[in-house]
């Protein structure tokens, strides 16, 4: 019997069935274990940012009790100066800028805490980009045809010798 075309159908039907067991064999291989990976890579990312905000809250709480502390001490060295005078005054001034001085390095340091928290969490993603690409380049570079490679380099290699 002859067919129209020289269309074999068997193997059509043969290059399908293999390119369906291709698609899953990747799919199941590559694509579903790589997507776990970034799934969880973002659940840390975000438990990280959480913990971050946690800790600002933190310090804003302890900013805001250091303020009161504060407000509280003012207070007290008003009363205290009605009653002592000039010799309360010089002690006023000093225990609102020790408690001052209190705020702003408590302060300081959870804005550092957080800064380093970030700077951590950037680098850690830096260092796992540049682990993924490292790893994709070299897929890619033990999978290219080394002759076709060669070939390319050296086309290259003359291209560049003739415009020098």
Known sequence: MKVPL???WQQILLHLL?????????YFFLYKPVKDFMEKREAGYKKQHDDAEQALADAEKTKAE?????????????AMKTEAGTKNAEERARVIEQAKAEAVTIVEAAKKRGELEHD???AEAQREIADIVTTATEKIVLSADVSKSYDEFLKSAEGNAKNE
């Open 18 to 26: 293999n390119f369906t067991i291709l698609f899953a064999a990747l």
């Open 120 to 122: 951590k969490i950037i």
């Open 6 to 8: 020289n269309i074999d």
């Open 66 to 78: 250091y303020e009161e502390k504060i407000a509280g001490a003012e207070e007290e060295i008003a």
